[in-house]
């Protein structure tokens, strides 16, 4: 062994200074870190709060040499660059330290943590790791969003999601919502009247269905709901209202001096003839109602007898005051004289007056008796007289002709709708008998006054001018569904072009003008093609359409006599429309309703030429066949002899054509313009 250190004694000399050199720096920094406070040249936190440490023995070296033995003890701790002892890190209190790996990912509930992938080296030499950054990111950890764009709109069933917000919180999306249901009728115009006692309103049915834009519906169906007046009330712009009315009668005379009219409501069964009130209206003073008229040529009535001066009486005319009273005076009538009496009171006394005639004052000496027309009667003697007198009347003033107040309308002899005024004029003749004077009445005739009035017929009517009669106000006659109108041409209808309607009414009244004649399919019940409106007797449309082939019924519908439908006399007729297509231009030939485009020139390079030598519509059992001739459609020379219907090809066509094809490649195209 000793042999062995000497052999090896050159070489041990100086890792001995090294080992020895170690061993000298460690106690030196050990005092250095231990006993002069420069702990934090290793230690950035040298106040952190952590107990002091005592120094640890961690490994001890012998050096043996020949001469020699010594011995070295040296002690590590944290910060010393070396792991040891527990040690999980070096130098403690620095970040991101390559000993302290860490994940770089983590879930908390619908969030998602993120950090780097080294942890930090406390003091004490062990790894703490950094805390998770938790934040919403889309599709990780389950979360639905991180951004309000990740929360579109959206449909389930029939509830619409809207205005989506993402929730930080939960990585969710937040919406508003609401229901895309409610199917059913719903108004698309408001009420109208329909006549005085009903109204009518357009509803459309809706299907209603969810779109991420919003809720929406599809219309399926419509109809015209209409309703009847309660009873008491009528239509007004659409409502039904009691302000007003819906009708009135004429006005007549409620009594002398006061003119009426009914005013009318709607009654249980649509009719406008339910009396509601009575407007009253007093006449003017001086006058009096006749005819339903104020006037002032007529008397109200009769006054008592009145005294027209001191010996002579009168009877009187009234006529109204303003308040509806017959009490104003307007004439005297039958004045009778008092002679020899005085009048008082209105009536003539028995007083004898010189003014009046009275010569006597002792009537037992004066017997009545006649002389001609002169009747001597009640002679009377006045006491201050003694004389006999007689009181006379000539009982030929009783012997006149007058007019009474007796008064009737006619019939005009040169107008049946107009009305002229008669009154009655009467003939008397006095007779002198010993008891008074008779007027006999000898004659009496009606007489024209010249006054004229025009007829007055009820609502609803009118006076007929040849008979005078009053007769309803209906559109009479019947409809007539004008064949050459809607037949131009050759007598065919194109399927699903316009084509022209027209029709008329015999028998025209003007009462029939403004009403509306519908063109509908197959009956009056079907569906409506177009209407016109009649102006003097007739209409026409140019908007009526039929969309498939046939010979279909199109009616002519119009209710003539207002009573809300077709089902008169008179009041349909009907057409069979033959809708074709050879009648149809080639640029109107509707594909879709089965009709085939057969062009005069077609197939390869437009070449072909088609049987009829012309553009042809044709129905869906005619065949487009096409020939190449030589010098039509641009034909220079023909293969073969071919002939096509419209998408459809023979085996000898099919053969024809690729040879045609072979000449072609060679310069002898069969068919080529």
């Known amino acids: 062994m000793i042999k062995n250190i000497k052999k090896y004694k050159g070489e041990i000399k100086p890792l001995a200074i090294l080992l020895l050199s170690v061993f000298i720096f460690s106690i030196i920094a050990a005092y250095v870190i231990h006993y002069s406070g420069l702990v934090s040249a290793f230690d950035p936190c040298p106040d952190c709060g952590r107990e002091p440490r005592e120094p640890r023995e961690l490994t001890t070296t012998t050096t043996t040499r020949t001469t020699t033995t010594t011995t070295t003890t040296i002690t590590h701790f944290c910060g010393d660059g070396i792991l040891n002892n527990g040690e999980v890190c070096e130098l403690p209190g620095t970040t991101n330290n390559a000993y302290c790996p860490q994940t770089t990912s983590d879930c908390q509930e619908n969030k998602t943590g993120t950090r780097d992938n080294k942890g930090n080296c406390n003091a004490n030499c062990q790894c703490a790791q950094d805390p998770f950054n938790y934040i919403c990111v889309k599709d990780s950890c389950n979360a639905q969003c991180d951004s309000n764009d990740d929360c579109p709109n959206k449909c389930v069933g029939d509830r619409r999601y809207f205005n989506g917000v993402c929730n930080g919180g939960g ?12 199917d059913g009728w719903y108004d698309i115009s408001n009420f109208a009247c329909d006549g005085a006692c009903r109204r009518c309103n357009n509803q459309e049915y809706r299907n209603y269905r969810c779109e991420p834009g919003g809720c929406t519906y599809d219309v399926t169906d419509t109809r015209q ?27 007549y005379c409620g009594n002398g001096c006061n ?25 003017p003073a001086d006058t009096s109602c006749s005819g339903g008229v104020c006037s002032s040529e007529v008397s109200c009535g009769s006054g008592a007898s009145t005294c027209v001066d001191e010996c002579n009486r009168a009877g009187q005319l009234l006529r109204c005051n303003s308040l509806g009273s017959c009490s104003n005076f307007w004439q005297f009538i039958d004045p009778i004289p008092c002679n020899p009496y005085t009048c008082a009171s209105g009536s003539c006394t028995s007083v004898c007056s010189e003014d009046c005639g009275a010569e006597c004052d002792s009537s037992s000496d004066c017997s009545n008796k006649c002389i001609g027309t002169i009747r001597y009667y009640g002679g009377t003697c006045p006491s201050s007289t003694c004389s006999c007198n007689f009181r006379t009347e000539d009982c030929s003033k ?149 969309r498939e082939l046939g010979t279909p019924k199109v009616v002519a519908c119009v209710d003539l006599n207002g009573d809300g439908d077709f089902n008169d006399n008179g009041e349909q007729d009907s057409l069979n429309v033959n809708v074709n297509c050879n009648n149809c231009l080639i640029n109107r030939c509707s594909i879709s309703a089965g009709c085939t485009k057969c062009r005069e020139c077609g197939l390869t390079c437009g070449s072909y030429t088609n049987q009829y030598n012309e553009n042809r519509c044709l129905n869906p059992d005619q065949q487009c066949l096409y020939s190449c001739i030589v010098g039509s459609c641009g034909a220079r020379h023909c293969a073969a002899t071919t002939s096509q219907s419209s998408g459809l090809f023979t085996q000898q066509l099919i053969q024809s054509t690729q040879a045609a094809a072979t000449s072609y490649v060679t310069g002898n195209p069969p068919c080529a313009r």
């Not at 990585?171 to 409610?182: A, I, L, P």
């Not at 309703?227 to 009668?249: I, L, M, Q, R």
């Not at 009914?262 to 006449?283: A, G, P, V």
């Not at 007829?455 to 008979?467: E, F, V």
């Open 171 to 182: 990585c969710y999306c937040n919406y508003q919502t609401e229901d895309c249901t409610g």
């Open 259 to 283: 003119v009426k009219i009914d005013r009318y409501e709607c009654n249980i069964n649509n009719q406008c003839s339910k009396l509601d009130y009575t407007d009253t209206s007093f006449c």
């Open 398 to 546: 009783l012997s006149s002709c007058k007019t009474t107040s007796e008064k009737r309308w006619v019939a005009c002899s040169d107008d049946s709708c107009k009305l002229c005024e008669q009154v009655k004029k009467e003939c008397y003749e006095g007779v002198c008998e010993e008891d008074g004077c008779v007027a006999n009445i000898v004659s009496s005739s009606l007489e024209f006054t010249g006054r004229r009035q025009a007829k007055t017929c009820p609502t609803g009517t009118y006076c007929q001018s040849d008979t005078g009669e009053c007769i309803p106000k209906v559109c009479q006659g019947e409809i007539i569904f004008e064949e050459g109108y809607i037949f131009e041409g050759d007598g065919q209808a194109c399927p699903k072009v316009k084509f022209n309607v027209s029709a008329s009414i015999e028998l025209f009244t003007t009462f029939c003008d403004k009403k509306r004649v519908y063109f509908k399919l197959g009956s009056c019940d079907g569906t409506t093609l177009t209407y016109c409106i009649l102006k003097n007797g007739e209409c026409r449309s140019k908007h009526a359409i039929l």
């Open 225 to 251: 709901v209409c309703e009847n007046a309660p009873s008491g009330k009528h239509c007004v712009d659409g409502s039904f209202t009691t302000t007003g009315y819906c009708g009135s009668s004429s006005s």
